[in-house]
């Protein structure tokens, strides 16, 4: 058990300080935006991340001859570390850069590389992920927006994406769409690159609990794209997605506690009052949440090793954020009862827990990610399933059947 | 960054199960309920693996290891139920010193500590578990070398060579070892809900003693160790009661199919599964704190004694309920992780004075970070 960096990270981390500590002073601030203001939000954050970029601190892992920094992925966790010691925002585009870029490192074109990478990667173009959809969340292979060949070679795309963060300052997005209905599920969908500024595009911002609007409701209708918008093989779709997911773990494995959920920030909010310290209900609750994001952080420990041991955090990482949302959730219950409605009225708690019954489906239900460890990780047998092998045109067909009947 | 096991402590995990499988310690103790008598001697085994000096300094003939490598001792312990008594004698050998120590950690004789809990935030005095009830007792008290007062519920003080007893003076806290056969020592057997756990009432009436050299943070050091020492037992019973409850789910059929294919059962076992992994996350938390981080080391056993209690609590019923009814007869295995889970959760200041701690770990922290 070593916690401590090899002479080789201590090294780069010297260099990250150091470089940060010469340029913070031009970081913008760690809040959100003001209402009203968002536009000067972006600008700053954009401008941010490309003097990230340009002193390779943004990309980390993303390959030299792409703009990126080369590295592994531990060196992006000192990265992310060190820019929380300076106190300054990391990059805007989290998606696009984390998840996005890597999917088209992978599977994109030669053209698509040398077009998108470099304004993606200094947040001159944002991103974003048009995956999910109003009725195909857990079951992401049940998405129904279509891209329906032209005479052209391009495609026409009509459908609606949901929780897609970003889409109304993003550039362009990347889309799972199907292409092919007579076939099983997984096997008619393409992914493309679509600008989010073509005709046909609608985008609704989807106010949550918070009142704030992190999401959108993306609406396409009959949108024109080239051929050459297809990343991956066409009718391939769903391994092109399956790597964006797989990142997204990597992501989820470096960034165990980039919730905030901290046992000493919730110890925080209750020392200053002695009764409730002194409280022996309050100090049960207390006692046992913060067990519970110690082991978060333990267990993120655990995680770092698979990845610089060359792995990846497995499947059971899902659960990471079963345990974070469950303490936090926990934890607002008892700052709440400690300070009473004012902390309900507005500010940092009633945000916490005004977002936290959202997260228990953000990134995956619950269910759907107890479904996966207990199927991949444990080796339990799966449910029966209704829709293997069947045309996706007849499966919708039997479940159109099934809500009349 | 290296947060897993290294190669030394697979290969002794390893050895630990080998040494502990020449018995059938699970059979053993479904006998030892009827008969608690039966309960196989498993000391010569661990003086034999050389876990009677794991943690003393070569110089006083141990083996130098750290309280990581003991939890990995004692999980492999809680896997099998095997009643190997180092809950008593691991925390005498951090107290312990010269003559003592030596003879402790060659095996020679075995110890049993007095488990005694040190100050909190908000309780400023040394205490031992009281015989019923919550209120905490005060630990007993010296005079000279003389010990008045008496602990409940002690691990492994039964056929011990030798009691480390904590006493205090002046509210300073000290520590004895104090031959169990002298005069003014009673030890008692309880009677245990667990019939792999022996357990007993120690009254120490104007006890002699001889003092040893450990100070207060020897003396919490311990009691820390002890936390993690019963939590790595239960995080092995939970890994014993997972596998259990996997294969049955697995076997087992209902209407057409496996119960391990219904979700409601499946999405128990993976919140076994959760609770394992976060209560190992926390073991090896504790292990790295012990050896690295001295002053987290409270704060990290006693969120693993948390984590653990928890992750066992609900294993050892989930392993009942998953085999249903005959999960929850005599002759099943599963009661028996239920009874270890049941009165661990009760030993060494109970699972509640743990989470207690935890928070007033934190809380203390926060008053003077800020």
Redesign the interface.
């Known amino acids: 058990m070593d916690l401590n960096d090899t002479p080789e990270q201590a090294g780069y981390r010297a260099e990250v300080r150091a470089w940060l500590d010469a340029n913070k002073a031009g970081a913008p601030g760690l809040d959100g935006p003001e209402a009203g203001d968002e536009e000067r939000f972006i600008a700053e954050r954009r401008a941010w991340q490309g003097k990230l970029a340009e002193a390779n601190l943004a990309g980390v892992t993303w390959p030299a001859e792409f703009g990126g920094g080369g590295r592994g992925p531990l060196e992006q966790v000192i990265v992310t570390q060190e820019l929380s010691h300076a106190g300054v925002p990391g990059i805007l585009d989290v998606i696009g850069v984390g998840m996005l870029g890597p999917t088209i490192i992978a599977h994109g074109t030669e053209e698509h590389k040398q077009r998108y990478l470099a304004p993606m990667l200094h947040g001159d173009e944002v991103w974003c992920q048009l995956f999910s959809e109003p009725a195909a969340g857990s079951d992401l292979a049940g998405i129904q927006t279509k891209a329906v060949a032209d005479a052209d070679g391009g495609f026409r795309i009509s459908g609606q994406k949901v929780w897609t963060t970003n889409a109304h300052f993003a550039s362009y997005g990347l889309i799972l769409t199907r292409t092919n209905p007579e076939v099983s599920k997984h096997q008619g969908l393409t992914m493309f690159i679509v600008p989010m500024d073509a005709e046909g595009v609608t985008i609704r911002p989807l106010r949550q609990i918070t009142g704030e609007a992190e999401f959108n409701e993306v609406f396409f209708d009959d949108v024109k794209v080239g051929a050459d918008a297809v990343v991956g093989p066409v009718d391939g779709g769903w391994g092109v997605g399956l790597t964006t997911l797989l990142f997204e773990r990597l992501a989820i494995g470096v960034g165990s506690e980039g919730f905030g959920y901290r046992a000493d920030r919730f110890a925080n909010a209750i020392a200053s009052d002695p009764a409730a310290a002194a409280n022996s209900d309050v100090r049960q609750r207390l006692g046992h949440l913060a067990a519970d994001l110690l082991a978060l952080r333990y267990t993120g420990y655990r995680h770092l090793t698979a990845i610089a041991r060359g792995g990846l955090p497995g499947t059971e990482a899902a659960l990471g954020k079963v345990t974070a949302v469950k303490a936090a959730i926990e934890a607002g219950d008892l700052i709440a009862d400690v300070l009473g409605p004012e902390a309900l009225a507005e500010g940092e708690w009633s945000y916490l827990i005004s977002f936290l019954p959202g997260l228990k489906s953000a990134g995956g239900t619950e269910e759907i990610l107890r479904n996966m460890v207990g199927e991949r990780v444990l080796g339990l047998p799966t449910e029966p399933r209704l829709d293997k092998g069947i045309p996706f045109s007849e499966l919708r067909a039997r479940e159109r059947e099934g809500v009349t009947s | ?4 096991l290294s190669d030394e402590q697979l290969a002794l995990r390893e050895a630990a199960q080998d040494a502990l499988q020449r018995e059938d310690t699970v059979a053993a103790a479904r006998e030892a309920l009827e008969s608690p008598e039966s309960l196989p001697d498993l000391w010569p085994t661990a003086v034999a693996a050389g876990w009677s000096g794991l943690l003393a300094s070569e110089a006083d003939g141990g083996a130098e290891l750290g309280p ?1 490598d003991a939890m990995l001792i004692a999980a492999e312990a809680g896997r099998r139920l095997a009643p190997v008594p180092l809950l008593g004698h691991l925390p005498a050998t951090v107290i312990a010193s010269g003559e003592t120590l030596a003879a402790l950690a060659s095996g020679d004789k075995r110890g049993a500590w007095l488990p005694t809990m040190p100050p909190t ?2 309780d400023p005095d040394w205490t031992v578990d009281p015989e019923s009830g919550i209120e905490r007792s005060p630990a007993p008290s010296l005079s000279g070398n003389r010990v008045t007062g008496r602990v409940h519920w002690v691990p492994d003080a039964v056929g011990a060579d030798l009691l480390i007893a904590i006493a205090v003076e002046n509210g300073q806290p000290r520590a004895l070892v104090i031959d169990p056969t002298s005069s003014g020592v009673t030890i008692e057997s309880a009677k245990s809900y667990d019939p792999t756990r022996s357990v007993a009432h120690v009254n120490l009436a104007d006890a002699e003693g001889t003092l040893l050299d450990a100070d207060a943070n020897d003396i919490a050091r311990a009691w820390a160790l002890g936390q993690g020492l019963i939590a790595a037992e239960s995080l092995g019973s939970v890994e014993e009661a997972l596998e259990r409850s ?1 294969e049955y ?2 076997e087992r059929y209902t209407f057409g ?2 119960i ?4 409601a059962v ?2 128990a ?3 076994i ?2 609770l394992q ?3 190992r ?2 073991m ?2 504790a ?2 704190a012990g ?2 981080a001295p002053e987290e080391f409270q ?2 056993a ?3 004694r ?2 653990a209690t ?1 992750a066992l609590d609900f294993a050892s019923r989930e392993l009942i309920s998953v085999h249903g009814g005959i999960g929850a007869t005599w002759e099943h295995d599963a009661p028996l992780f239920f009874r270890r889970a049941q009165l661990s959760r009760r030993l060494l200041g109970g699972a ?1 004075s ?7 770990e ?2 203390t ?3 003077s ?2």
């Open positions: 960054m290296n947060f897993e990581l935030d908000q996997l789910s697995k199919r496996p391990g294919s219904y979700q499946k999405h076992l993976v919140e599964y959760r992994e976060n209560a996350s926390l090896y938390y292990g790295w050896d690295s704060l990290a006693h969120a693993f948390v984590g928890e509640g743990a989470a207690d701690r935890v928070a007033g934190l809380l922290a926060a008053v970070a800020s």
